[in-house]
């Protein structure tokens, strides 16, 4: 009869198969991939028609975009809040950027209250650079 001494047993165990691990994080990865871009997503808005695009001059750094759904929700920042916080958090920067642009997202088919209430709270606060957001229109050029 053969013996097996403990310490051959010991040696084979001493090597990790890391090819479980690697599975692991290539999926984690892939789902990270799909669904960041699903949590980053505002409020699904239909803008109004009208407008001219923006201007490349303005810096992105200095934008600030609140939306409003058709039902009178008020998003900031990916997250709802009433009408007097968004409007006191942008008066106190406004207060430290002067150059700070709001804009004003707005679902067409909502009650026009809604926006109302906004901008009145704004002009109480001070809150003065806001531009209501269209989707724009592109003339059809004439040919000659």
């Known amino acids: 009869m053969r013996r097996f001494s403990q310490r051959n047993s010991l040696v084979t165990l001493s090597d990790i198969n890391i090819t479980p691990l690697l599975d692991l994080a290539f999926v984690l ?6 669904t960041t871009p699903l949590l980053e997503q505002g409020l699904n808005l239909k803008l109004p028609q009208g407008g001219q695009a923006d201007s490349p001059k303005i810096n992105p750094r200095d934008i600030r975009t609140v939306d409003i759904s058709a039902r ?3 998003k900031f920042r990916e997250r709802f809040y009433s009408v007097d916080q968004i409007a006191t ?3 106190d920067e406004q207060r430290r950027n002067p150059n700070l642009i709001v804009y004003v997202r707005a679902d067409e088919e909502g009650a ?3 926006i109302a209430a906004l901008l009145n709270r704004f002009e109480q606060v001070g809150v003065v650079n806001i531009s209501m957001r269209t ?3 592109t003339a059809p050029r004439r040919s000659r």
């Open 89 to 91: 958090t942008l008066r």
């Open 29 to 34: 990865l892939i789902i990270f991939i799909i």
């Open 135 to 137: 989707d724009p229109t």
């Open 72 to 74: 009178g929700d008020y």
């Open 112 to 114: 026009w209250k809604h």
